[in-house]
């Protein structure tokens, strides 16, 4: 049945939906991954696709920009259409000085800056990500890729955050900043789904210098979702 923000019929989701933020990029990865997909919603211009990758079912839909709009799609997802794996695949701004632009970064878990992750009186909440698809997703990186697994952060402003947090929160090691996982791991442990991020490193906080053509990203981001079908097919 459609619901607010999905006008899609029961039963046109994949039980895995990869996940990017922006809808240009969902209709490029379809397209890319599933010539045959067919459109399945698209309400506010968030296209959602469904077809066949390697002869099984996949979906494909963009969680828009932050945690308050992925947290919609997510959960019309999970609650409505039986949805049980989301893997996000976007882009991060790197943190750690051992990640460099064109890295693969797996967030283990999501520090966050938002309240949505309150769940629990009284509790921290500590999102993390699936083992099973964390570790699906690493097994398929090739030898000529760097990959980084570990914690991330999902902060609810792109601008204006202190520095200083942002330094403590590099040196307690975490590898990247984006803005909706933390919501998305939540999300899929109050379903009793799974969740994983797989971001391509776009940019870095502490070095400017670093810098990617257009077409090395596009060939960064490819091998970024890679991982991402692997873990949505394990
Ligand atoms: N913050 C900072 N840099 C970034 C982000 C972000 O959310 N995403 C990609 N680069």
Not at 34 to 63: C, H, Q, W
Not at 109 to 115: G, L, M, N, R, W
Not at 182 to 208: I, N, P, R
């Amino acid at each position: 049945m459609p619901t607010p923000h999905i006008n899609a019929p029961d039963g046109a989701f994949a039980p895995a939906v990869l996940m990017p933020g922006d809808p240009r990029r969902a209709e490029r990865i379809a397209n890319f991954l599933m010539p045959d997909a067919e459109k399945v919603s698209d309400v506010r211009g968030i296209g959602a696709f469904t077809g066949e990758y390697n002869g099984k079912p996949l979906s494909v839909m963009a969680s828009g920009m932050g945690q308050p709009s992925l947290s919609i799609y997510a959960t019309e997802l999970f609650q409505f259409y039986g949805v049980k794996r989301i893997i996000r695949v976007g882009t991060c701004g790197g943190m750690s000085p051992k990640v460099k632009l064109g890295d693969v970064v797996v967030g283990m878990s999501a520090h966050t800056d938002s309240s949505l992750t309150n769940i629990i009186p009284g509790i921290k909440y500590a999102p993390t990500a699936s083992w099973n698809l964390l570790a699906a997703a690493v097994a398929a990186a090739g030898d000529d890729q760097v990959v980084h697994v570990g914690p991330i952060v999902s902060r609810d402003g792109f601008y204006g955050n202190d520095p200083d947090g942002v330094k403590k929160l590099a040196d307690h090691g975490t590898l990247g900043v984006e803005m909706e996982s933390a919501a998305l791991y939540t999300l899929a442990a109050q379903h009793g789904a799974e969740a994983l991020t797989v971001l391509t490193v776009s940019d870095h906080l502490f070095d400017a210098s670093q810098d990617m053509s257009p077409e090395d990203r596009e060939s960064r981001f490819e091998g970024a979702l890679k991982l991402a079908v692997a873990a949505a097919h394990s």
